[in-house]
């Protein structure tokens, strides 16, 4: 059984050589190209001094070279980190730092995008479009520079389970996204539980909607190369217009899909679905945001040979537990559970005073342990003590556990369910967001004097984001100036889409924000 | 030959992109033929606000199997949707 991601793709490579493993933008590649492009790549990088564990960016619009290039790092020893390609530079450029990013897969154009010092940091970048000035010495490569590497193997290295694999950076409640470590083992316990859950095949077609920085992916690129399946990726231009992200799943005759709930329900609203439109699913998981009962319902009575499975977990465990969609109860429920752990996993909840809950009706905080969970976040040791902490609930040996911040109730039905945060994240259309890196970046721009990020709830994508803002005195902004200047720290989802000025906020009695008053106070962004 | 008809669509339709969805992204310009997709002025709400502005604005009735890359994918294209959508023959 494979200890090490790539090792699921030699397996398959030698049952199914010839069969195509990933389709994107109308090319696609087989196993044995998968296989024998990331080996390339991986002796590449080694030659050019990737070491095991070393951080290595992917910065590119989804494409084949996305999965040659996870795959490359890996078989290098090392960890990948995929960077969000809409993300402003600003962005990109401190995750680059702060990891210690030292060589880029990325595109030409937006290697030059990004500033002077970032790019001087930068030992290597391989580009996947023509490198427009030569004169940067061996620093920047072409891809066309893999046909000089062997393909046959990949290079000798050693690794086991406990390595990193990948970095996921999330959004950070002080202003700064995190990077969540992830070993080939925390992806293998996620990727095997799946396997066996859903039983994927070779005959199976997978699409990737998530962006490849969000964990959903983890299921969508090697649940497909563990079976011999073929992946299909979804890009902006597909993702973006419900019609024509119906007529892909037809198309490709998608049979298992994963997605957030906002993509569905947009999709059941505008893509004009009917039973037996999509006679090839049979199996749609849905993860990262609650799913509107009422639209969740529409979705089962119209395709009703289709399995549904809400699964849930931060990506600091990837998914953790999982409720299988009881069409019977389906009618009568007003709220789906997020239900039980997943097999090699154990979740529980801690209430206020310290203690696990075991009876129904109670509640607490949901903690995980388990081989899933990450390590912590990738240089801020702060931060990972507070998340990331000893089983104080089990005394034989060390080990960790990781608490959630979500708060759950244990139903009549043994399954939990969510009630809501301890703080203040958000979810829309299933990005994770903080409402303080929102205010970060708000505040970072001179005439603020104040800030508050709220969410207002939206029946659609979950919630939409409202900024409240004071002045310094005497001074004044525009909407639209804020927005651009929030552009260039924090990515487009996360903008407010509608902000307020005031004199002053409201305070509590200790003298913070009172956003309970705010929010009472909003009202529903009309389209 | 763009008759003042055509000038003001097109107008129209940049200005309210610019004003109603490039802003909100932080975005301040962006070309004619330029995809609004690729820069991010468009997301998948931006998409049905856009769509409910050619309806109610410019008078033309977008099908959802319209939605689409090919037609809304730059200024230049939703320009000639709304075209060949007021134009009779």
Not at chain 1, 244 to 262: D, M, R
Not at chain 1, 324 to 338: C, E, G, N, Q, Y
Not at chain 1, 499 to 506: A, G, K, Q, V
Not at chain 2, 10 to 25: G, M, N, T, Y
Request: with cysteine; hydrophobic share 40%; aromatic share 8%.
């Amino acid at each position: 059984m494979a200890y090490v991601l790539q090792q699921l793709l030699t397996e398959s490579a030698v049952r199914f050589p010839e069969k195509t493993a990933v389709w994107a933008r109308s090319r696609s590649i087989s196993y044995r190209e998968l296989d024998e492009q990331s080996n390339r790549l991986a002796h590449l990088l080694k030659q050019r001094g990737v070491k095991k564990g070393d951080r290595v960016g992917l910065f590119f619009p989804k494409r084949v070279e996305s999965v040659i290039s996870m795959f490359a790092i890996l078989k290098a020893g090392g960890v990948y980190v995929p960077l969000d390609p809409q993300a402003p530079v600003d962005r990109i450029a401190y995750i680059i730092s702060n990891c210690g990013i030292r060589v880029l897969i990325t595109q030409d154009e937006k290697r030059r995008a990004l500033d002077v010092a970032t790019r001087e940091s930068l030992e290597l970048c391989v580009v996947l479009d023509e490198a427009r000035e030569s004169g940067n010495g061996t620093r920047v490569l072409p891809w066309s520079a893999l046909s000089d590497f062997a393909a046959s193997h990949p290079p000798v290295i050693t690794l086991i389970e406990t390595d990193l694999a990948y970095i996921l950076y999330t959004s950070g409640s002080t202003g700064r996204p995190k990077g969540v470590m992830l070993s080939h083992q925390n992806a293998l316990t996620f990727v095997e539980w799946c396997a066996d859950k859903f039983q994927i095949t070779h005959e199976d077609r997978l699409s990737n909607h998530a962006p490849l920085h969000f964990d959903l992916s983890v299921f969508d690129v090697y649940n497909t190369v563990k079976a011999g399946a073929t992946l299909h990726l979804v890009t902006e231009e597909i993702a973006l217009f419900p019609a024509t992200l119906a007529k892909f799943i037809e198309t490709h005759q998608i049979t298992v899909w994963y997605s957030v709930p906002s993509a569905l329900v947009l999709l059941l609203l505008h893509a004009d679905l009917q039973t037996g439109k999509l006679p090839h699913l049979r199996t749609i998981l849905f993860a990262g945001e609650v799913f509107p009962m009422k639209y969740l319902k529409q979705l089962a009575e119209l395709l009703p040979g289709v399995e549904l499975d809400n699964l849930y977990g931060p990506t600091e465990t990837n998914v953790c537990t999982y409720y299988k969609v009881d069409r019977a109860r389906l009618a009568s429920m007003d709220k789906l559970p997020i239900g039980v752990a997943c097999e090699n996993t154990e979740v529980f909840a801690v209430s206020d005073q310290d203690e696990i809950v075991t009876k129904p009706g109670e509640s607490g905080e949901l903690y995980v342990r388990g081989p899933s969970v990450t390590y912590g976040y990738w240089g801020d040791i702060e931060k990972t003590k507070k998340m990331v902490i000893p089983n104080r609930f089990q005394g034989n040996f060390e080990e960790k556990i990781y608490r959630t911040g979500d708060l759950v109730t244990l139903g009549e039905d043994g399954n939990y369910y969510f009630v809501g945060r301890r703080d203040s994240m958000i979810k829309s259309r299933g990005y994770r967001i903080e409402l303080g890196e929102i205010e970060s970046a708000l505040l970072s721009h001179p005439s603020v004097r104040e800030a508050a990020a709220l969410a207002v709830p939206d029946e659609v994508v979950g919630n939409r984001i409202k900024a409240v803002v004071a002045a310094h005195s005497l001074q004044s902004i525009k909407a639209a100036e804020l927005q651009q200047h929030c552009a260039t720290r924090i990515p487009r989802y996360m903008i407010p889409e509608l902000i307020e000025f005031r004199e002053s906020l409201p305070k509590t009695s200790t003298g913070k924000v009172d956003r309970v008053q705010l929010s009472q106070e909003s009202y529903p962004i009309a389209v | 030959m763009t008759t003042a008809n055509e000038t003001t669509i097109k107008d129209q339709v940049r200005q309210f992109i610019r004003e109603e969805l490039a802003s909100a992204k932080g975005i301040t310009t962006f070309s004619d033929d330029e995809s609004l997709m690729e820069n991010g002025v468009i997301d998948s709400l931006g998409v049905f606000r856009l769509v409910t502005f050619m309806e109610e604005n410019l008078g033309v009735r977008v099908g959802d199997e319209e939605i689409s890359a090919e037609n809304l994918e730059s200024v230049n294209k939703i320009e000639q949707l709304v075209l060949s959508k007021t134009k009779k023959a």
